[in-house]
């Protein structure tokens, strides 16, 4: 590990760190000691590069919403048409609900930090406005908003289900929600 100086990617450690401390703790068990321990980083460096721990949560969180963002993209930027923007979505769900249940916990930590702080809000509203930008390429923006609720819903029941359900069932939701939509001119 460099230190001093010569460590260019110590605040890019940090906010892993945090995103790590997060996932495995709650945001409740979050410290400046601890990061900086987890991060392999001096203590002093966390008022170094972030002037306070709301600071270092609101970067910590857009960095992570940013990635989230990310695979909207590799789910929904390809598809040529408005019945393979519902398989892409079918397949968003599942991808989504079967990964790290790491991001699911950062999710569920966000929205409950938004909940009540509307910085954080601002956050979730960007996340979302973002996300509904590839859903709004094949559906009215009223159906992107049902989409983008039920993409949420439906992981998040997914991952926690003892018996999830089958992606036939999940793409018959989104074909009930989409049936309804006026569709997007190409």
Known sequence: MATGHTDPQRRERIIAATLDLIAEEGLAAVSHRKIARRAGVPLG?????????????REAFGEFTGR????????LSAPAGREEAIEAVADL???????????????????ALAAR???????THEWMRRSRVHLEKYF???TARQLDALIEG????????RQPHARALTLDAITRITATGTPRKP
């Not at 460096?45 to 949560?57: A, I, N, P």
């Not at 702080?117 to 956050?123: D, I, N, Q, S």
């Open 45 to 57: 460096s966390m008022t170094y590069h972030f002037s306070g721990m709301d600071e270092l949560l």
């Open 68 to 75: 989230a963002v990310e695979v909207f993209d590799t789910y």
């Open 93 to 111: 769900v599942h991808a989504l609900s079967e990964g790290s249940r790491h991001d699911l916990v950062l999710t569920q930590e966000l929205y």
């Open 117 to 123: 702080r509307p910085a954080y809000r601002e956050l």
């Open 140 to 142: 009215d923006p009223d």
């Open 154 to 161: 439906l992981t998040l029941h997914l991952a926690l289900s």
